[in-house]
């Protein structure tokens, strides 16, 4: 079997205008001549797809090393399906041979090869349980039909069609399960795309795993925040996402007093912000409500520096931070009123509970109530001669409103049921013989 050197040059056409011809997997739009470069016995043709217009001659022409009887074969189909054609008996000797062709289905060779479709989007499950404070992640997915093999792919946030563009590939996987290494703390996202030669399918789920500290810590973060001068902490709330949500005060120098202090936390302990409120006076930050849309609600103190009086603190910030509104609320102009607690109801109404100082009586126990955007709805206080504060409040899921503190020298803790319109439904005091109050 010596090595001879030819050429053949053939014009093709298509017999049929919904079919083309291929040469393996690179597409041409072949209006013009293509050539194929000098090659020797053994050597494997570049990969080309052929796509040619019905009732337009062309010319392919090639030159090739070969061995004598070498069959010339294309492939030619529609859709998905094609069938492989050998044009018999070409011979190849050292002078070239000119052919014309004309390819159809009904002359194709008895071999098929179908082309796969889209493989089948494969459903990912972090196998590794969360959190877990080792970055070694192992990862499982339902196999796809017609698959060849799979992409992994990982975020800091939900992996979709929109971004995994901009998502960092990992690997590509041939079997259906496998490990990654991540290179910190941190909430890790994962997806998986199953491939062949038509494609890949649509992103898989998009689960999470929290990496965090070491495994033999008692806990699995702590934080600390503060100034020089004083920070205090009085309360705190989670949001529908699991970010963590800090109020207090802080003594800020530059406003000439402390002011109001809000933190909030991701779920992993990383700080996302933190903000400060107040005036030139003493404002204090005591309790803390989030509603259905995410928005924080803080409740306190502020000296109002017209009067040199306290009066109900309440500010409304999203979840980005931004204040949206804030309102302070004083009954007499002449005597002190303090927020210590707050609640929304379904309608994401706000009601506040604290004391207000009423001439003739000392100190009550107070309810305020705004609707969502800061108008004020309505307040109502509750005692007699003796000093009552409440200290917290809850509203049911009939938007019944409950308060309770203590009343008295002798610290009686009391719970008090008001309807949503603020009118007292019922009232109890117990004597708390540990004085320990309602709170």
């Not at 053994?42 to 019905?54: K, V």
């Not at 494969?122 to 349980?129: A, C, G, N």
């Not at 009423?358 to 000093?387: R, S």
Request: net charge negative.
């Amino acid at each position: 079997n010596p090595i001879i050197s030819g050429y053949i040059s053939a014009k093709v056409k298509l017999g049929n205008s919904s079919q083309s011809i291929y040469w393996d997997a690179v597409t041409e739009n072949f209006n013009i001549d293509l050539k194929i470069p000098d090659l020797s016995y053994g050597d494997n043709l570049s990969l080309e797809i052929i796509n040619f217009t019905y009732g337009i001659n062309f010319i392919v022409d090639w030159y090739l090393g070969y061995v004598p009887t070498w069959l010339f074969k294309f492939v030619i189909g529609e859709g998905d399906e094609f069938h492989l054609i050998q044009y018999p008996n070409i011979n190849f000797d050292l002078a070239p041979i000119l052919g014309n062709i004309t390819l159809n289905t009904w002359n194709a060779y008895t071999n098929t090869w179908k082309r796969p479709g889209a493989p089948s989007t494969p459903l990912l499950t972090i196998t590794t349980p969360s959190p877990t404070s080792s970055p070694d992640i192992s990862l499982e997915w339902t196999p796809s039909v017609g698959t060849d093999n799979y992409t992994l792919y990982r975020h800091t946030t939900p992996i979709t069609s929109s971004n995994l563009i901009s998502t960092t590939k990992i690997k590509t996987i041939m079997g259906a399960s496998t490990s990654d290494t991540v290179s910190g703390l941190g909430r890790w996202y994962y997806a998986i795309t199953a491939n062949n030669e038509s494609g890949s399918s649509d992103p898989s789920n998009s689960p999470y795993i929290d990496v965090v500290g070491p495994s033999n810590m008692d806990f699995a973060w702590n934080r600390t925040w503060g100034t020089v001068d004083g920070d205090f902490a009085e309360d705190i709330a989670c949001d529908s996402e699991g970010n963590i949500y800090i109020v207090g005060w802080t003594n800020n120098d530059t406003a000439g007093g402390y002011d109001i202090l809000l933190i909030k936390y991701n779920n992993l302990g990383i700080q996302i912000w933190n903000r400060t409120w107040g005036g030139v006076g003493t404002d204090y930050g005591y309790g803390i409500a989030i509603d259905s849309s995410n928005n924080i609600f803080v409740v306190g103190q502020f000296l109002n520096s017209s009067t040199s009086h306290l009066d109900v603190a309440l500010v409304k910030y999203d979840s980005l931070g931004t204040q949206i509104w804030n309102r302070t609320w004083d009954q007499t102009n002449t005597e002190n009123e303090v927020g210590y607690g707050v609640a929304i109801d379904n309608n994401d109404n706000i009601y506040i509970t604290g004391y207000a100082y009423i001439p003739g009586l000392d100190k009550q126990a107070l309810l305020v109530k705004y609707d969502e955007t800061g108008h004020y709805q309505w307040k109502v206080t509750w005692g007699g001669t003796e000093i009552e504060e409440a200290y917290s409040v809850a509203v049911d899921s009939q938007n019944n409103v409950y308060i309770t503190g203590t009343t008295g020298s002798e610290f009686q803790t009391f719970l008090i049921n008001y309807n949503s319109a603020g009118v007292e439904q019922w009232a109890r005091t117990e004597r708390d013989w540990a004085s320990g109050g309602g709170n």
